[in-house]
């Protein structure tokens, strides 16, 4: 995960609206207050993309819906370590997220 997270940072390089925190069993990567993207240990992360966005990024290689329980908690997907090997592939979705998260009102 430290590796993973560490890719995560050089891709916000310093974004001062972005905050760190244990949630999820990992670190997640919060903006403006809101959950942006969160590392696990096994090498998914977890994203914020909106309820409007939902359907679409599941159309993307590697991404599955979040459940909490027996819930599918729409707006959020985990995509797999497979999927965000290339870095470029994991900026993409990290900015993915990013677009939605950053139009919300700040926490």
């Avoid at 972005?18 to 942006?36: R, V, W």
Wanted: net charge negative.
């Amino acid at each position: 995960m430290t590796h993973l997270a560490e890719r995560i940072r050089d891709i916000l390089d310093g974004d001062p609206r972005i905050t760190e925190k244990t949630m999820f069993g990992g670190l997640t990567f919060l903006l403006n207050g809101h959950i942006l993207v969160g590392c696990k240990k096994d090498g998914r992360i977890l994203l914020s993309v909106g309820k409007e966005n939902n359907d679409a990024a599941l159309a993307r290689p590697g991404a599955t819906q979040m459940i909490h329980g027996d819930k599918a908690m729409r707006g959020f997907i985990w995509v797999d370590a497979e999927a965000i090997e290339e870095d470029d592939d994991l900026r993409d979705w990290v900015e993915t997220a990013e677009r939605w998260v950053a139009a919300m009102p700040p926490k």
